[in-house]
């Protein structure tokens, strides 16, 4: 009994031995290697600034994903169907509420475009094709429905938008079929020159344009700059030829040339 004692106190005595001599040797490393090094005003600006483009590179990329779908593409839509600047006067003739994923391949206005539709409402309204004629805001109700006598055009399909969809608050299609989805309304409308079967309700070039250029072009340039820094800041970006001039200038020389 007393020997296996024995054995067991020389067991934790080598033990703890062990243990010491391991905290030594930790702690003349650490004191060998010193404190880590502190990164210069260069190397922390060069940090943060990478950060910061590729933050910016990122970011711009993907917003790209969901701007150009919601916003760009309508709009350039819109401008390829190239409506008509001044507003004209449309009349309601006719409107039916449809059901079935095969009846809904259009809708004059439906919240959201990402889902398959299965209600849906159609509005057709005939509009005055003439080109020098501009809807009478200040006309009475008496002089609007003198002007319905007036030749209009064939029964054409209204839209809230060039893809007849929208997201709330902007577009609420309750609203929009109310005001606009009864047999004899009237109200200012935009034709399209290129399909004069699609008519909508508001229309302004401008605000196109400042659409495709806040939603796509701004984004689309800072992701270009930003990528192209981050490659002149880490990367060779010199062209094949310049590199290879490069290495020729640096070659070591043969030793048959040193003789």
Request: aromatic letters at 10%.
């Amino acid at each position: 009994m007393r020997s296996d004692s024995s054995e067991l106190l020389l067991e934790q005595q080598a033990e703890e031995l062990r243990k010491k001599k391991l905290l030594e040797l930790a702690a003349a490393k650490k004191a060998k290697n010193g404190p880590p090094p502190k990164r210069s005003l260069r190397e922390n600006a060069s940090f943060y600034t990478t950060s910061s483009l590729a933050f910016l590179s990122v970011t711009a990329g993907a917003s790209l994903l969901f701007l150009v779908p919601l916003y760009v593409d309508p709009a350039i839509s819109t401008l390829v169907g190239d409506f008509v600047e001044r507003p004209t006067m449309c009349v309601t003739t006719r409107r039916e509420d449809m059901t079935g994923l095969f009846n809904c391949s259009w809708s004059s206005c439906r919240e959201g475009c990402t889902s398959d539709v299965f209600k849906c409402t159609h509005i057709y309204v005939t509009f005055i094709d003439d080109l020098n004629f501009t809807f009478p805001f200040n006309a009475t109700p008496a002089e609007l429905f003198n002007l319905t006598d007036i030749e209009r055009s064939e029964e054409a399909i209204l839209l809230v938008n060039i893809k007849g969809c929208g997201y709330p608050p902007a577009v609420k299609c309750k609203n929009f079929t109310d005001l606009y989805g009864f047999e004899g309304a009237v109200f200012p409308c935009y034709y399209s020159k290129q399909n004069k079967t699609v008519v909508m309700t508001a229309y302004n070039r401008e605000d196109q344009v400042n659409t495709i250029i806040h939603f796509f072009v701004v984004p689309f340039i800072v992701t270009v700059v930003s990528s192209v820094f981050l490659c002149i800041m880490h990367c060779d970006c010199r062209c094949k030829k310049e590199r290879r001039r490069h290495r020729h200038r640096h070659r070591r020389p043969r030793i048959e040339n040193l003789r």
